[in-house]
């Protein structure tokens, strides 16, 4: 494998990311519930935001490697949980999303994830 795609990465991944959000977006309107679109779209913004915030946190983490950078990392992780909870919490509690909506949306990370695991097992 050569490194120029495994550099293109990070790229594609987050071009795939709103790739799939619009798919499942778009899957969701024959359905005519705008709450379930709704509760898809918040879940996939939570989603790609936590997975953009990652990998910034990762390049930062490989940027400044030792102790500093790896509790770092760490507090950053928590603070990471900590935000998803809450914004979790008020989408549900407070703006009351469809949860089915929110938990697909939720799985677009996931589901490009699984599509990146099967391509590089057929190039294998």
């Not at 991944?13 to 898809?40: K, Q």
Request: proline content about 5%; hydrophobic content about 60%.
């Amino acid at each position: 494998m050569t490194t120029a795609p495994l550099e293109q990465l990070p790229a594609t991944l987050n071009r795939r990311n709103w790739s799939i959000l619009a798919l499942l977006l778009l899957a969701s309107l024959p359905f005519a519930r705008p709450a379930l679109t709704v509760g898809i779209l918040a879940g996939g913004l939570v989603a790609v935001a936590g997975f953009a915030w990652m990998q910034r946190s990762l390049r930062r983490l490989l940027a400044e490697p030792g102790a500093g950078g790896r509790f770092r990392f760490q507090f950053g992780y928590l603070i990471r949980l900590v935000a998803l909870a809450v914004c979790l919490g008020l989408l549900i509690a407070v703006v009351r999303v469809d949860p089915l909506g929110l938990i697909i949306g939720l799985s677009v990370v996931v589901i490009n994830l699984l599509i990146l695991t099967i391509e590089r097992v057929l190039r294998a």
